[in-house]
């Protein structure tokens, strides 16, 4: 007998026939000798529509107490929904919120971090042949106030709980049937992985790729809990997220990613001098923005430019702080500039390989792509260009490096 979490995301839930389709394969589970606990998303398209009625109601920046409050809302309707689904199959069920299985967090609102969960309750649930119907996406503080884990969260909530209760795996259930080389529905020529090591799903996520939300994928490194991404509309194998030396597919690349989330802001003709950086990244730190992208161009006659990246939600509070500060450090100017996009190339086999990046570089610019910015770490490689070149970049990165024979980088002259 093994204990399972089994995840469904939005579209798995997306209506009662869908969530009755969860309950079956919930019970078949069952049936089949296993503890199954469960974490769902909100329906379909409802998180989206609570964000839009709290911007309606709340403006630009809701307060972020009653965010939370509204938009946890969609994670409690599909769990009592998919508890009487589950009962009407004759099969014992019941729905716990974040709250009711302590599932506790800090205390920042729409981005709350899991603190610990009570996995005793859970077990005594378990224990006693019922399955556990658990909401994803929220928890609740130290002060009782409901809080959010930022969009996605589910995945995470899943792998906390898989975590916490010791399971044998995490099943994640999506409208993809595993993790593909790129996105599968931008790209058709992308290739299911079978297995993938949490060090690339961990870059792969933080770089657009959102089938997994990146802290669940942390949190299932941390623990060692093994991640099967699969499914919810087939009974086919997906793909294993699992420690290196069990995830081995011998790519180089193994994976292309995009992100059209982020914005540029540029400040030019800066003073060349010590302290100007801090006292530009010191105050957006302050306000909680999180900076991606750094360059800083190389002074002459005494200044510099300075480019970053962040979230686009943040563009407007990140140009106030960049036009403060620019003005105290004396720019020339500062810009905002939405249509950009990050296209990356992940995998193990970079750590290895000389010329991927060079090989990468031809081959935007063999499409004309310009490069805006270059950051790089050990197994990835990310270049910000125009967001209008997105889809252009990406399949021609994924023909370079993952349809033709396997990643491999030719030899460099
Ligand atoms: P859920 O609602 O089940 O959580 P998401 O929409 O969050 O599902 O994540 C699944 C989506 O992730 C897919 O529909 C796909 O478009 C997208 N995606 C992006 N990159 C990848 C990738 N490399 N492999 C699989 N799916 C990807
Ligand atoms: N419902 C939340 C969202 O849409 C959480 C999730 O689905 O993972 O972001
Ligand atoms: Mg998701």
């Known amino acids: 007998m093994s204990l399972i979490v089994q995840k469904f995301g939005g579209t798995s839930v997306g209506d009662v026939a869908r969530i009755e389709n969860v309950a079956r394969r919930v019970v078949a589970t069952r049936q089949a000798g296993h503890r199954v606990a469960v974490v769902v998303s909100a329906m379909a398209g409802e998180t989206d529509s609570l964000v839009r009625l709290a911007h309606a109601a709340g403006g630009d920046e809701p307060d972020p107490r ?42 920042a609102h729409m981005r709350a971090r899991i603190q610990s969960i009570d996995a005793a309750r859970i077990h005594e ?20 106030n409901v809080t959010t884990l930022g969009r996605g969260g589910s995945d995470t909530s899943a792998v906390a709980v898989a975590a916490a209760l010791n399971a ?21 020529a992308a ?16 770089l657009g790729a959102k089938v997994l939300q990146i802290r669940s994928v942390k ?3 941390q623990y060692g809990v093994p991640i099967h991404v699969r499914s919810s509309f087939s009974e086919d194998e997906g793909t294993w997220v699992v420690r290196e030396e069990d995830a081995m597919e011998g790519l180089v690349v193994s994976g292309v990613t995009y992100n059209r989330s982020e914005a540029k802001i540029r400040l030019r003709g800066v003073k060349d001098q010590p302290g100007v950086a801090a006292r530009l990244f010191g105050p957006l730190g302050e306000a909680g923005i999180v900076v991606d992208m750094i ?8 200044s510099t430019d300075i480019t970053f990246t962040v979230p686009r939600g943040d563009t407007r509070r990140a140009l106030a702080i960049a036009e403060q500060a620019g ?30 990046a060079s090989r990468m570089f031809r081959v935007l610019a063999s499409e004309g792509i310009n490069i805006q910015l270059i950051s790089t770490s050990e197994i990835k490689i990310s270049v910000l260009i125009e967001e209008k070149y997105t889809e252009l970049a990406v399949r021609a990165l994924h023909a370079a490096f993952v349809e033709s024979g396997a990643g491999q980088p030719r030899a460099e002259a």
């Open 125 to 144: 649930v378990l224990g006693a042949g019922t399955v556990a119907v658990i909401a994803g996406f929220q928890g609740v503080d130290d002060e009782g």
């Open 66 to 107: 009653e965010y939370d409050a509204l938009v946890s809302t969609g994670e409690q309707k599909t769990i009592a929904l998919l508890a009487m689904a589950i009962q009407r199959l004759g099969h014992p069920a019941r729905s716990f919120t974040g709250a009711q299985i302590g599932m506790r967090t800090d205390a």
């Open 168 to 188: 044998d795996v995490c099943e994640i259930y999506t409208d993809v049937d595993g993790v593909y080389t790129t996105d599968p529905n931008l790209v058709s």
């Open 219 to 221: 949190f299932a490194m």
């Open 295 to 302: 360059v800083q161009n190389v002074g002459q006659d005494g």
């Open 327 to 356: 003005a105290e450090v004396g720019a020339a100017g500062v810009l905002a500039d939405e249509s950009i996009a990050k296209v990356s190339i992940v995998g193990l086999g970079m750590k290895d390989h000389a010329g991927v």
């Open 191 to 206: 290739r299911r992985l079978s297995r993938i090591s949490y060090d690339e799903m961990l870059e792969m996520a933080s």
